[in-house]
Nanobody, 118 residues
Framework: QVQLVESGGGLVQAGGSLRLSCAAS????????MGWYRQAPGKQRELVAT???????NYADSVKGRFAVSRDNAKLTVNLQMNSLKPEDTAVYLC????????????WGQGTQVTVSS
């Protein structure tokens, strides 16, 4: 099992910035992908940004140029710097962890609320 603990989030005005952090613990493997997804009310969960342990990134088109994902492999943490926030970024943001080893499933954090006011 892998546990994910998120921090950050909150309420910010449009154009502002927030930073999310997530720490993984438990039965982890050095080869993994960590990142962030989000889910707004009435909508499906969607990719925001992920980064592999090798440094490869994947971003949703809607956040490219505004959000930046980073990680510390030694500490097994992943961060999401969110700039130029828009009201449509409002959602619950969930940290994710997945490895090709172990159970091969995706683990999720409990989620943190991000609200952007116009």
């Amino acid at each position: 099992q892998v546990q994910l603990v998120e921090s950050g989030g909150g309420l910010v005005q449009a154009g502002g910035s927030l930073r999310l952090s997530c720490a993984a613990s438990g039965r982890t493997f050095s080869s993994n992908t960590m990142g962030w997804y989000r889910q707004a009310p009435g909508k499906q969960r969607e990719l925001v940004a992920t980064m592999t342990s090798g440094g490869s990134t994947n971003y949703a088109d809607s956040v490219k140029g505004r959000f930046a994902v980073s990680r510390d492999n030694a500490k097994l943490t992943v961060n999401l710097q969110m700039n130029s926030l828009k009201p449509e970024d409002t959602a619950v943001y969930l940290c994710s962890y997945r490895s090709p080893y172990g159970l091969g499933v995706t683990y999720w954090g409990q989620g943190t609320q991000v609200t952007v006011s116009s």
